[in-house]
């Protein structure tokens, strides 16, 4: 049970594997007013940089599951780093089936909507570990412009223009489900533009290094041409944020 190798070369300096840059992330802990103490649980933690960096800057607790032992090890070594591996722990495992043993204070599942095969079954998913007037966080991708025609929508890897929502509908989507937005802190092209950027940079030295294995092929191919096809769809259609939720 793992990730496949090409994620992890591909975002291999990375430590939050979104759009989002470490400003962003303790603007969201700064604006959710995070109490010392609280329990979190964040499902699909990548390498864990959510959790220990709120564990040092406000002190919480709590637990990151992810299938990628690659990412699980880094997750590790930056709560040593960060001097809090006392405070959170990261489980390598399916995070689709994960439910606390506890009920947490703080829910999360940032940029990996399918562990629960969507939005809805994985707000449904992080439900079932939260206690009653806790915090749920979304992080979920969304139209800047609406796609007009389907290779647009591949290009923002989409199936479909169905795929996302704008926007407004989003918002509109996580009250259907029965909760208040009550803050949420967005993407924006720079920090689009260091996720997917940096993600080249990982490519190409990989590719240097490893010339020979069997992943070279797809490395050059996906180098050769992401970099235009990104600036001409991705950049310009697709936001994604972070949404903090609660439950009516």
């Not at 594997?17 to 979190?40: M, S, V, Y």
């Not at 959510?50 to 070594?77: E, M, Q």
């Not at 599942?109 to 449904?124: M, R």
């Not at 992943?215 to 180098?223: F, G, I, N």
Request: a negative charge; aromatic letters at 8%.
């Amino acid at each position: 049970m793992d990730l496949p190798r090409i994620f992890t070369i591909r975002e291999s300096s990375h430590r939050i594997h979104n759009p989002f840059t470490a400003d962003k992330l303790a603007t969201l802990g700064r604006a959710l007013h995070l109490e010392p103490g609280i329990r979190a649980l964040d499902l699909a933690s990548g390498s864990g940089e959510l959790l220990c960096t709120w564990a040092r800057d406000h002190g919480i607790t709590g637990t990151g599951v992810d299938i990628s032992t690659v990412f699980t090890a880094g997750a590790r070594a930056r709560a040593a780093e960060l001097g809090v591996a006392d405070r959170v722990e990261f489980v390598h495992g399916d995070a689709s089936g994960h439910v606390a043993d506890v009920p947490v204070d703080l829910a999360a599942c940032i940029g990996a909507t399918w562990i629960g095969g969507g939005l809805d079954g994985t707000v449904e998913l992080l439900a079932r570990s939260l206690r009653p007037g806790g915090l749920m966080l979304i992080g979920e991708p969304f139209w800047r412009r609406e796609p007009t025609d389907q290779e647009t929508a591949e290009g923002c890897h989409a199936s479909s223009p169905a795929d996302f929502l704008a926007l407004p509908e989003l918002l509109g989507r996580f009250g259907d489900l029965g909760y208040d937005v009550v803050e949420m802190v967005l993407a924006d092209q720079n920090s689009w533009d260091r996720y997917r950027a940096a993600q080249w940079l990982n490519l190409r030295s990989w590719l240097d290094r490893n010339p020979d294995d069997e992943l070279a092929p797809q490395v050059r191919a996906e180098l050769t041409t992401d970099p235009v096809r990104y600036a001409r769809y991705e950049r310009e259609y697709l936001g994604w944020g972070v949404f903090a939720l609660m439950k009516r």
